[in-house]
């Protein structure tokens, strides 16, 4: 995966969700890994688009005179975000074949994923 450089930011943090981290800043819109939204009357937590969604998870905030590391988390800092787009990748063919037995396998899978804005750093 690329790394990216944030030149000029102002204030910056780094969250953690779905095994992996991210930089973000305010007004950002990144691709995230599906999450589970708070349980409704039905049992089952789903996000729609429009919906709030808090990082709890902060690695690092770093505001531009001083930075804050956590040990692995800061405790009561949370990033806010609002879904803009739920969707699922491209289609990724994963294929198995062995010559001279007759076996072929070919197998889609389309990740899914959500897409958030930044709103807040707090």
């Not at 001083?66 to 988390?73: A, L, Y």
């Amino acid at each position: 995966m690329a790394t990216k450089t944030i030149k000029s930011a102002k204030e910056f943090a780094i969250i953690q969700t779905g095994g992996k981290q991210y930089i973000v800043t305010e007004g950002l819109t990144l691709k995230v890994e599906k999450i589970k939204g708070p349980l409704g009357k039905d049992g089952y937590g789903i996000y729609n688009v429009g919906d709030t969604v808090t990082f709890d998870n902060v690695l690092l905030v770093d505001n531009g005179s001083d930075t804050t590391i956590g040990m692995p988390f800061i405790a009561g800092a949370k990033v806010t975000a609002e879904v803009t787009k739920i969707s699922r990748a491209p289609k990724v063919t994963v294929i198995k074949y062995k010559a001279k037995s007759n076996y072929f396998k070919k197998r889609g899978h389309r990740q899914p994923f959500f897409e958030v804005k930044i709103t807040k750093i707090a």
